[in-house]
């Protein structure tokens, strides 16, 4: 249903930072207002957010939009973070205040995360020590270290070495302390996806997102082997795991350009 004069619309409302489309064709802004004021400023967002949102809605109701719509300061933090990484993007008016609101949500979804590993020893610090791991593994990561480092494009590359990052964090390191990975981590809104949304360049959020949803789901069927199977194999795969899924949509400026290509050329 989205089309450019829709686009239009939007552009006409310097508040909206971006409208997300659902898998039904309901739509959610994104306004430019934070999405967690202090208590004191609540009566005031409020406000502010309202006038944004009417004026907006009633812009897009006049050009045809029939569609629930919603907004997503007034939604719950977790609804927030599934529509940014769930939805497609349909207009993006100001990729740099997309990025900080993604922020804020992801910071407060990992604050709001229980503390769930076990207590470390007296004396160690709190992120347990590369010793932990097995040595050979470790060789085993540094000889592979030219292949991430090769990796392009820098985002794929980036996501590639932030997911090994939660691998070590989240899952090799706990195991080695004889706890279990935590789960949470890899669901919708879990500390994985947060990680690497952030990762991610503003307006490019769309070409990762099946990169992120294919890391993630493969690497919850991996850990859902049994612990008799979770052996040093095991752990490299986990690594190759990112390494082996290819970017599987295209950047703004490919498309620019390949547009450009068919029509001869900008004018």
């Not at 208590?39 to 812009?59: D, I, K, L």
């Not at 933090?77 to 609101?101: F, I, K, M, N, S």
């Not at 990796?151 to 279990?180: C, D, K, N, S, Y």
């Not at 049994?226 to 949509?249: D, K, M």
Request: proline content about 8%.
């Amino acid at each position: 249903m989205w089309n450019g004069e829709l686009a239009s619309v939007c552009r006409r409302h310097p508040d909206l930072v971006a409208v997300y489309e659902a898998p039904d064709g309901g739509l959610a802004l994104l306004l430019r207002q934070t999405l967690v004021p202090l208590h004191e400023e609540r009566g005031r967002w409020f406000n502010e957010t309202r006038r944004a949102a009417r004026a907006a809605v009633a812009s897009l109701r006049a050009a045809g939009v029939i569609e629930d719509v919603s907004v997503l300061q007034w939604r719950p933090l977790p609804d927030v973070a599934e529509v940014l990484t769930g939805w497609l993007c349909c207009y993006l008016g100001d990729p740099e205040r997309l990025a900080q609101l993604a922020d804020i949500v992801g910071a407060r979804l990992a604050d709001r995360e229980p503390a769930t590993a076990a207590p470390h020893r007296a004396g160690r610090a709190g992120r347990a020590a590369a010793g932990d791991l097995s040595p050979t593994l470790l060789n085993w990561y540094r000889d592979m270290t030219p292949c991430w480092l090769a990796v392009e494009p820098q985002v794929r590359r980036r996501l590639i070495l932030r997911t090994h990052e939660w691998i070590v964090e989240g899952v090799l390191l706990p195991m080695a302390r004889g706890e279990q990975p935590e789960p949470a981590d890899l669901g919708p809104t879990g500390r994985l996806v947060w990680r690497l949304v952030r990762v991610v360049p503003p307006g490019e959020l769309d070409v990762w997102k099946a990169w992120i949803r294919l890391t993630v789901n493969d690497l919850q069927r991996a850990l859902a082997w049994p612990a008799s199977r979770r052996r040093e194999a095991w752990a490299r795969w986990l690594f190759a795991i990112p390494y082996s899924i290819p970017v599987t949509g295209r950047r703004p400026r490919d498309v620019a350009t390949r547009s450009a290509g068919r029509h001869g050329g900008a004018a």
